[in-house]
T-cell receptor, first 110, second 113 residues
């Protein structure tokens, strides 16, 4: 089956950029998503990218997709304490049965 | 915005009890999903449903069953709760529109003692 891997923790200083990485094994995914989970809450869709794109920018968020290396990343510019959360990447060929990564806990310190 | 409501935020049950976790959506989404979330393991799919009275096993269905008698409600049932089912349970729905992804409920943290 599909494997989707993320590092478990990332710690950054407030104001710096954060880069959260995701690697996967199945290259047939059509859509690749980033979700954010704040403490005690469900997952919230942050952004997504089509598999035929290399980059997508949405305000402070930049998604990069390297299909050759099967690597997806989420860059958060000017990271704030409110960005502290768990971030999940997810892959799917349609909206059925998305495959989620293990999640990266981002901690922002002053 | 679609809302996905899970009936309980926190639940404590005893080993061997039958447990019902309820999920209700207020939009007309066909697809509904139950996941469990454990540290370091991400989200694992338990069951999903494409339509009323339809259900499909996910990756970890053992010890669980589901019910979808109405389109808006998807119930997860633990027939005989065990301590290894202590977890965060997340319900999600999907509209079928590509790129919209899933909409999640707030989760139910279940502790089996």
């Amino acid at each position: 089956g599909e494997d989707v891997e993320q590092s478990l923790f990332l710690s950054v200083r407030e104001g710096d950029s954060s880069v959260i990485n995701c690697t996967y094994t199945d290259s047939s995914s059509t859509y690749l998503y980033w979700y954010k989970q704040e403490p005690g809450a469900g997952l919230q869709l942050l952004t997504y990218i089509f598999s035929n794109m290399d980059m997508k920018q949405d305000q402070r968020l930049t998604v990069l997709l390297n299909k050759k290396d099967k690597h997806l990343s989420l860059r958060i510019a000017d990271t704030q304490t409110g960005d502290s959360a768990i971030y999940f990447c997810a892959l799917g060929r349609n909206t059925d049965k998305l495959i989620f990564g293990t999640g990266t806990r981002l901690q922002v310190f002053p | 915005d679609v809302k996905v409501t899970q009936s309980s935020r926190y639940l404590v049950k005893r080993t061997g009890e039958k447990v019902f976790l309820e999920c209700v959506q207020d939009m007309d989404h066909e697809n509904m999903f139950w996941y469990r979330q454990d540290p370091g393991l991400g989200l694992r799919l338990i069951y999903f449903s494409y339509d009323v009275k339809m259900k499909e096993k996910g990756d970890i269905p053992e010890g669980y069953s589901v019910s979808r008698e109405k389109k808006e409600r998807f119930s997860l049932i633990l027939e005989s709760a065990s301590t290894n089912q202590t977890s965060m349970y997340l319900c999600a729905t999907a509209s079928g529109l590509l790129g919209h992804g899933y909409t999640f409920g707030s989760g139910t943290r279940l502790t089996v003692v």
